[in-house]
């Protein structure tokens, strides 16, 4: 009699070799850049900048350079497992904050994207950008301060379902370093 025993490797392959470093570089936080990419663009390579020049001479791509914010590094879900496993990893819930302090001029831009399913989200941390891999969804919001001193500042959720965490790619020479603002034919 023959038997076949599946491999027990559910996510699709062999697993890749860890990678250790004994003197690591280390990337630093903070969501430093923001960009909207449409869902229908699609890079070759993340790293390059003709790829971001293109897709933003074409509308396909939004840059925000300069924000602040955190990335919650996502939340597995978590499902009922079966024989001798208590649980099993679901889908994956991811949230990105960030804030925006050019308040007093994007209004429409954010009472427009707000309404869209159209766009992915990469961010940029010290030296790497992050792509999510899937649709998002984008919750603006305009807290005003109790504070004389305090800066005005859009406050932005970003959303999106994906199993896979954000992987790194070099951050395109010329991309988010600098303020875009789109010339209109």
Known sequence: MSVYYPASNCGGGAIPQYSCNPCPEFEFSRIRSISFVKNTFSFTDPSDPTEWNTGLANGDIIVIWATSGTYDGSTIEELVGFGDAETQNGGATHILTYKDPNSTTNCNFYNAIKNSSDYTVWFRTSSKIWGAGAPVTITPKLPVADDLKAV??????????????????????????????????
């Open 152 to 185: 005005l500042t859009y406050e932005v959720q970003v959303k999106w379902q994906n199993s896979s965490l954000p992987c790194p790619y070099d951050t395109p020479d010329g991309i988010f370093d600098q303020c875009y603002v789109p010339i209109v034919p």
